[in-house]
């Protein structure tokens, strides 16, 4: 049972937006496929995105740049998994991939009735996991104050 897991592919001429760069709708696919592999994983059963938050898109990626997607579970909750997950590419002449894009995606453990079932505890080891975990906690704090201010308006 991994917590981290890494996809590498060539960003393609269908992935592009009208200005030329790779469209982020595009960048969010690659994210939820990766952090879904990584949950899943983690999980050994079948997992449903819950949220992904925060989504932050530091520069924009080229057409055929080489893509680096690092997704790593940060923490969980009883049924829940939530991972971190970087976006780097760096283009063909140089072998430095650089940070494009940063996120957190939470995914829950379901049985074949989508029902939730527990997951197995991640436990930090390292200063830098136990970082992330705190991390973690703290946008978790921030998601349950962002869903109670859109309450009013979910029922609109």
């Not at 949950?39 to 680096?68: D, M, N």
């Not at 939730?116 to 704090?141: F, G, Q, R």
Request: with cysteine; net charge positive.
């Amino acid at each position: 049972m991994t917590n981290k897991i890494s996809f590498q592919f060539i960003s393609e001429p269908t992935d592009i937006n009208f200005g030329g760069k790779v469209h982020g709708g595009v960048v969010m696919k690659w994210i939820d496929q990766t952090a879904y592999t990584c949950a899943r994983s983690w999980a050994e059963t079948y997992c449903v995105t819950v949220y992904v938050g925060g989504i932050r898109f530091y520069k924009p990626i080229s057409i055929g740049e080489v893509i680096k997607i690092e997704a790593t579970v940060v923490y969980t909750r009883k049924t829940s998994i939530h991972i971190a997950v970087d976006v780097f590419s760096r283009n063909f002449s140089t072998q430095k991939f650089e940070k494009k894009t940063h996120c957190i995606i939470v995914f829950v453990s379901v049985d074949e009735n989508g029902k939730p079932v527990e997951v197995k505890k991640w436990i930090p080891k390292t200063d830098s996991e136990k970082k992330m975990e705190e991390y973690a906690i703290k946008l978790n704090a921030l998601r349950k104050q962002i869903s109670d201010e859109m309450m009013p308006f979910v029922n609109l």
